[in-house]
């Protein structure tokens, strides 16, 4: 008799609420999470070449500044050369967006799955509220929860673990993806480096025509 009570009070109207709204607040919490993904996956690519940009242009910027001590000529030199520079950071800002949009659709896959957890857990959400809704206006509540709950914890199970799957390819994509970043920012600072060095080399060599022109 005492077995028989306590699977009676485990079915209990406050114990059936409780474990429907317990899979409710999970099911809101895998949507929140998809969005918060969704939030951290739109990388501002356009801030990410504007850094490397800054980065390049550090050290060579540091070139001109010691040579422009030379004096007035070499300033001369250094501005004739303005526009290039320009170009070359137009040039490495355009290199970048193209590489890190062309590996941006490595992660499609992400997405696409993010957005079919999302989908689910939205979908699941409104059916469980549905049922929820629908058995608090029934004649008999605990019974219309007790026919209910096995099928809703099993769904709600199975879109945690969809979710810790998608959490787990969202760590490895973003591995996958970063790599693929630094290879794109590898080789445009290596190309914006070889084409200032030529353009320093040219500014060394304008300063030293127009010094020995003037010691003539």
């Given at each position: ?53 800054e ?76 049922i ?65 060095t ?19």
């Amino acid at each position: 008799m005492g077995a028989s009570t306590s699977l009676e009070e485990g079915f209990t109207l406050e114990n059936m609420l409780e474990q429907t709204n317990r899979i409710l607040r999970e099911a809101t919490e895998v949507i929140t999470k998809c969005l918060e993904m969704e939030k951290r996956a739109v990388e501002d690519y356009e801030k990410l070449a504007v850094a490397q940009i800054e980065s390049a242009f550090q050290t060579i910027q540091e070139k001109l500044s010691e040579i422009s001590k030379r004096g007035a000529i070499a300033r001369q030199c250094i501005d004739k050369k303005t526009s290039e520079f320009t170009a070359i950071r137009t040039t490495m800002k355009c290199n970048l967006l193209e590489c890190y949009n062309k590996h941006d659709k490595a992660m499609e896959k992400l997405k696409n799955e993010r957005s079919s957890v999302h989908n689910d857990a939205s979908q699941f959400k409104i059916d469980a509220q549905k049922i929820l809704e629908n058995c608090l206006t029934s004649g008999d509540t605990l019974d219309c929860l007790r026919s209910h709950i096995g099928e809703l914890a099993k769904q709600g199970s199975d879109l945690l673990k969809k979710f810790d799957a998608l959490v787990k390819l969202e760590a490895e994509e973003r591995i996958k993806w970063g790599k693929l970043v630094v290879q794109c920012d590898k080789r445009a600072i290596e190309e914006t480096q070889k084409q200032a060095t030529k353009i320093i080399q040219e500014i060394i060599k304008c300063c030293l025509v127009a010094e020995s022109t003037l010691t003539e």
